[in-house]
T-cell receptor, first 115, second 118 residues
Framework: AQKITQTQPGMFVQEKEAVTLDCTYD???????LFWYKQPSSGEMIFLIY??????QNATEGRYSLNFQKARKSANLVISASQLGDSAMYFC????????????FGTGTRLTIIP | DTGVSQDPRHKITKRGQNVTFRCDPI?????LYWYRQTLGQGPEFLTY????????KSRLLSDRFSAERPKGSFSTLEIQRTEQGDSAMYLC????????????????FGPGTRLLVL
């Protein structure tokens, strides 16, 4: 079955430290896309970063980077130099193949940045 | 460039009533999606449109749910005879389908409509 797993329900991190949020997935498809979204308490899902299954390099967007290990089927999000505004829910999501348009989400990780 | 907007942001209704939500996508986006998110869970796909055509519906979308996108722009999601189990956040997202398909088609989400059925 195609599934996204986020094993960390909650994390507390000191401000300015780096943090890694875990995401593993299960699929037999070869073509897929991986996304990370941030959801503050206001509710809006904010797109952070994308990784395609055939991308050879790990994606980076400012302080966000995606540690993509295809053989392990993991796509961990790394946030460098965390800030208080990073406190939010973080969701890993996947398009399991490119004829299947919907996103499948994990259960999320609540990140709290401590001053 | 304005983002995805949704109206209303909050809705409280009594069981058995009908409710309708509206979503306005990013103006040049030709795909529009509806998701439902319950407490402590990630969003779950309900349905999506490409232009005005509804191309896929989830099994979650019971007969009481109907969605439209009549002119390929805004969309409405109606729930008839609401039940307490319908209480959730309803999220709309839009994306732009690249000609010939694209490996990166990012969905951009609106702020959601929080529904509470009493």
């Amino acid at each position: 079955a195609q599934k996204i797993t986020q094993t960390q329900p909650g994390m507390f991190v000191q401000e300015k430290e780096a943090v890694t949020l875990d995401c593993t997935y299960d699929t037999s498809d070869q073509s897929y896309g991986l996304f990370w979204y941030k959801q503050p308490s206001s509710g809006e899902m904010i797109f952070l970063i994308y990784q395609g299954s055939y991308d050879e390099q790990n994606a980076t967007e400012g302080r966000y980077s995606l540690n993509f290990q295809k053989a392990r089927k993991s796509a961990n999000l790394v946030i460098s130099a965390s800030q208080l505004g990073d406190s939010a829910m973080y969701f890993c999501a996947m398009r399991f193949n490119f004829g299947n348009e919907k996103l499948t989400f994990g259960t999320g990780t609540r990140l709290t940045i401590i001053p | 460039d304005t983002g995805v907007s949704q109206d209303p942001r909050h809705k409280i209704t009594k069981r058995g009533q009908n409710v309708t939500f509206r979503c306005d996508p990013i103006s040049e986006h030709n795909r529009l999606y509806w998701y439902r998110q319950t407490l402590g869970q990630g969003p779950e796909f309900l349905t999506y449109f490409q232009n005005e055509a509804q191309l896929e519906k989830s099994r979650l979308l019971s007969d009481r749910f109907s969605a439209e996108r009549p002119k390929g722009s805004f969309s409405t999601l109606e729930i008839q005879r609401t039940e307490q189990g319908d209480s959730a956040m309803y999220l709309c997202a839009s994306s732009f389908l690249l000609t010939g398909g694209g490996s990166q088609e990012t969905q951009y989400f609106g702020p959601g409509t929080r529904l509470l059925v009493l």
